[in-house]
């Protein structure tokens, strides 16, 4: 079992910096591959990032790719969303999660049976 909360949301400018963190407790965080979805007022959930349990590989959506990192620090059971340059569109509830399928990265946008989900963040990008 994984729990997954999500931390670091927030206002931030158009074009700023913010660093999302998910702090995973139990004792699985090591065998789970793990990424980040976000969902917009009145859209679907979207992808945003994956990683594997290594840390090794990682997915991105197009709409991020340059400008967002996921990384995970396996000694502190925490995965790291750093999102750089964002813009009004990335404005959304950001979600953590984790999976120990196995599957690979790039399989992650049309995963919809994910085993472990945090409950959200809230990240506003305004001018």
């Known amino acids: 079992q994984v729990q997954l909360i999500e931390s670091g949301g927030g206002w931030v400018q158009t074009g700023g910096s913010l660093r999302l963190s998910c702090a995973a407790s139990?004792?699985?965080?090591?065998?789970?591959?793990m990424g980040w979805f976000r969902q917009a007022p009145g859209k679907e959930r979207q992808f945003v990032a994956s990683?594997?349990?290594?840390?090794?590989?990682?997915y991105y959506a197009d709409s991020v790719k340059g400008r967002f990192t996921v990384s995970r620090d396996i000694a502190k059971n925490t995965l790291y969303l750093e999102m750089n340059n964002v813009q009004p569109e990335d404005t959304a509830v950001y979600y953590c999660?984790?999976?120990?399928?196995?599957?690979?990265?790039?399989?992650?946008?049309?995963?919809?049976?994910?085993?472990?989900w945090g409950k959200g963040t809230l990240v506003t990008v305004s001018s």
């Open positions: 999660a984790a999976d120990p399928r196995g599957y690979r990265l790039d399989y992650w946008p049309r995963l919809d049976n994910i085993y472990y």
């Open positions: 139990g004792s699985g965080f090591s065998g789970v591959d």
């Open positions: 990683i594997k349990r290594t840390g090794a590989s990682t």
